[in-house]
């Protein structure tokens, strides 16, 4: 079975500084990877998703993420954040093997943006 | 740009009670989702639902849920006697084939009391 694995559950940055929000998966072949983003109330946004192809992905916002395969990683990245970046994000494991699985979810990480 | 919609926003029910949960997926996706989070958990997976039938379902998917396409435009998830830990956001989502990125409403959060 599928398993993601958010290691923070909060992380707190200042304004302007770099972000990295870990994910790490467990699948048993190449996996559908997701980050979406849940301000508070409001339901989820996709940032970015890698299928195949170039390992470091580019995103929404600023936002960009690189598929580790050796490490199964999945870290989410931001140069500089901004105080609107304040919200939850989520990593996600969706199924390639061709069913219609929905995606496992990570239990996310709370950002805090401090100024 | 098409979104998913979902109605109502917020919805508070007697324990016991039936409740619909209605959704409007992005008009040419084949494929539909519901997701349930708990407060302050992560986001869980309930069904999957592809050419009017249900695709895959958790364990969570019990026989008190049900999910229906009732005409063309519309999906819907009803809860035939709910408890007071099906309280949570309810989330539709929906893709375009399968396998590709799942899009998803804003939610319903549900309050059985």
């Known amino acids: 079975a599928q398993s993601v694995t958010q290691p923070d559950i909060h992380i707190t940055v200042s304004e302007g500084a770099s972000l990295e929000l870990r994910c790490n998966y467990s699948?048993?072949?190449?996996?559908?990877l997701f980050w979406y983003v849940q301000s508070p109330g409001q339901g989820l946004q996709l940032l970015l998703k890698?299928?195949?192809?170039?390992?470091l992905v580019q995103g929404i916002k600023g936002f960009e993420a690189e598929f580790k395969r050796s490490q199964s990683s999945f870290n989410l990245r931001k140069p500089s954040v901004h105080w609107s970046d304040a919200a939850e994000y989520f990593c996600?494991?969706?199924?390639?093997?061709?069913?219609?699985?929905?995606?496992?979810f990570g239990k996310g990480t709370h950002l805090i943006i401090q100024p | 740009e098409p979104e998913v919609t979902q109605t109502p926003s917020h919805q508070v029910t007697q324990m016991g009670q039936e409740v619909i949960l209605r959704c409007v997926p992005i008009?040419?996706?084949?494929?539909f989702y519901w997701y349930r989070q708990i407060l302050g958990q992560k986001v869980e997976f309930l069904v999957s639902?592809?050419?009017?039938?249900?695709?895959?379902k958790s364990e969570i998917f019990d026989d008190q849920f049900s999910v229906e396409r009732p005409d063309g435009s519309n999906f819907t998830l009803k809860i035939r006697s709910t408890k007071l830990e099906d309280s949570a956001m309810y989330f539709c989502?929906?893709?375009?084939?399968?396998?590709?990125?799942?899009?998803f409403g804003p939610g319903t959060r549900l309050l059985v009391l």
């Open positions: 639902f592809y050419n009017n039938e249900i695709s895959e």
């Open positions: 996600a494991v969706g199924d390639s093997g061709g069913g219609a699985d929905g995606l496992t």
């Open positions: 699948y048993g072949a190449t996996p559908y």
């Open positions: 008009s040419n996706h084949l494929y």
């Open positions: 989502a929906s893709s375009g084939i399968i396998q590709e990125t799942q899009y």
């Open positions: 890698y299928f195949s192809g170039d390992t």
